[in-house]
């Protein structure tokens, strides 16, 4: 029998991340949470990068030269009586794989969209990862302190580029200059910008009318208001919590990061309707948060977080049970047995040990070297594997050499364990068995280069590739000589065949010309 404490504890577990294109407003909107959260008193905590105090993760020195997060962070937090966890995806365009392989160890995301841009391209792939796994995704519409797109063509996009459907909780009176507020529809009530608190919040009666005569319902923009709001109510989609929590319908909220207008709406919203931690799969089948003992697997392996002791971090999302430190878990790829007495959990600048955490919750533990991205912790002898984590295709190419040759060992030695920590995948070519490094952001190669000089005291030579479209080949029976400059045919670290192609005339032509060739892209299958 499970106490109902921990079952408590796990259902009050909300595991998100903000996903957004870069300048959206993440980090502005994530400073908000975390004002609500009471665990930072000072807006400009979090966004470092303009006040100098703190970086999300300033541990790298790069990160600090270049005044951006390199890693994804976690935060936790509590805000009534419900556990926050934010799982970070970091928000400059060279985000890496971990970001995509964040989501994975998520049980909802927040989109967070710059309405005077509309849908970005770092939003639509980071959505389209989290459309695979079906989790539940809510819109916040930023930035309405702007004059930006009209709302309803901001919709039309969710349907049009994204391909889902949306429902939009509340809906904004004017914008820019003349936003005066929103149109409740979830909580019925108006909710009004720049005035005092007590005349926040005007009910609305039954039919929608609010029950008072104040200056905002007396303004032309209500009206326009009302009546995009009876267009929506005639032609829009109803709300259904089963389409939220299955990840086909997002639910909207317009406001402000900046002006902190429809942040606490939309928190309080969000954690009555975002998911605790669900079931996921495992060789065992479903396996339940609350019923199984402790589980998680590993979805992100860091190194050298803190220099001055030159140590790995794995960090382990825990998918049932309770961990307690000291407890002893099977690792399930290898039966080994081991205890985890070094454990860590994470709140924006600072990290501290961590005693007890249950399901739903992201803990650091100390990794010796034995980890590897996506392997099942499982406490006791019974084991099991939740499924693999998917691969990620990169975009970018470099081919690498040592400098001096004479430092062979060193470089096929940080080559190997900085690749094993997952943000950049190895190739070799066919023919000349040059190494290849592809990754999803130019800065990932910097940080490889930066990192072999550090830590493994290599110079190392990099010939920039340029963005290359990979296609994994079904069959390992291809002919070698279809291997060109503008398709290279490369091996992957796991000896799977796969042609790096120019660009994507390059990719039809080969498939035109090769149709017995079957490839793939591991992000579609
Ligand atoms: P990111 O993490 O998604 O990259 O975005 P971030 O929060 O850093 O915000 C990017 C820029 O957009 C910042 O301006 C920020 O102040 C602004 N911003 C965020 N939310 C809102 C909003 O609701 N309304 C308006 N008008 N602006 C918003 P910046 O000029 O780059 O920085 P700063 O000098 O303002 O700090």
Not at 26 to 44: H, M, N, P, S, Y
Not at 61 to 88: A, W
Not at 259 to 288: C, K, M, W, Y
Not at 313 to 338: E, H, W
Request: charged content about 25%; hydrophobic content about 35%; glycine content about 8%.
């Amino acid at each position: 029998m499970k106490t109902d404490s921990l079952q408590e504890k796990i259902l009050s577990r909300k595991t998100f991340a903000i996903i957004s294109h870069p300048d959206a407003g993440k980090t502005t909107l994530t400073e908000q949470l975390l004002l609500f959260g009471g665990v930072i008193r000072d807006a400009g905590t979090v966004k470092g990068k303009k006040t100098g105090k703190f970086a999300t993760s300033d541990w790298m020195e790069i990160e600090k030269q270049r005044g951006i997060s390199v890693t994804s962070s976690v935060m936790q937090f509590n805000y009534k009586n419900r556990n926050i966890n934010i799982l970070d995806t970091p928000g400059h365009q060279d985000f890496s794989e971990d970001t995509y392989r964040t989501l994975t160890a998520v049980d909802s995301a927040v989109m967070v969209i710059d309405s005077t841009k509309g849908i970005e391209d770092q939003t639509i792939k980071l959505f389209q990862v989290c459309r695979k796994r079906g989790i539940p995704i809510f819109t916040f519409m930023n930035k309405l302190d702007r004059v930006g797109k009209d709302p309803l063509e901001l919709l039309a996009e969710l349907e049009e580029v994204l391909g889902i459907e949306s429902y939009p909780m509340n809906w904004p009176i004017g914008m820019g200059k003349e936003f005066l507020g929103v149109y409740d529809r979830y909580h019925n009530r108006i909710e009004q910008v720049r005035v005092e608190e007590k005349d926040r919040y005007i009910p609305l009666d039954k039919e929608g009318k609010a029950s008072s005569d104040s200056a905002i319902v007396n303004n032309s923009l209500y009206d326009q208001c009302l009546e995009e709001i009876e267009l929506l109510s005639e032609a829009g989609n109803e709300f259904s919590i089963e389409k939220v929590q299955n990840g086909t319908l997002t639910p909207v909220f317009f406001g402000s990061g900046l002006a902190n207008f429809g942040v606490q709406t939309f928190l309080d919203t969000f954690v009555e309707l975002a998911p605790s931690p669900q079931p996921r799969h495992s060789t065992d089948g479903e396996i339940d948060p609350i019923e199984t003992p402790f589980s998680g697997f590993i979805f992100k392996i860091q190194a050298n977080m803190n220099p001055a002791h030159r140590d790995r971090i794995a960090f382990l999302r825990i998918c049932s049970g309770k961990f307690d430190r000291g407890m002893n878990v099977t690792l399930s790829r290898t039966g080994k047995q081991m205890k985890l007495s070094n454990s860590t959990q994470f709140m924006a600048d600072d990290r501290h040990t961590v005693d007890e955490a249950v399901a739903g919750d992201i803990i650091g533990v100390y990794d010796p070297g034995t980890y590897q991205i996506g392997d099942t912790l499982v406490g006791g002898k019974d084991t099991f594997q939740y499924d693999r984590l998917p691969q990620f295709t990169p975009e970018l190419y470099i081919k690498v050499t040592a400098k001096n040759v004479m430092k062979q060992k060193q470089f096929q030695k940080g080559l190997t364990q900085l690749v094993q920590e997952g943000a950049i995948q190895l190739f070799r070519s066919m023919h000349l068995e040059e190494y290849i490094l592809g990754a999803v952001g130019q800065l990932q190669f910097e940080v490889f280069e930066h990192r072999m000089k550090g830590e493994y005291n290599v110079d190392i030579v990099i010939q920039p590739m340029g963005s290359k479209i990979a296609r994994w080949i079904e069959s390992d029976d291809v002919d070698d000589n279809l291997s060109s400059s503008r398709s290279i045919l490369v091996r992957d670290r796991y000896e799977k065949k796969a042609f790096l192609f120019e660009n994507d005339f390059a990719l039809r032509w080969f498939q035109e010309k090769h149709p017995d060739v079957k490839l793939y892209n591991p992000m579609e299958v």
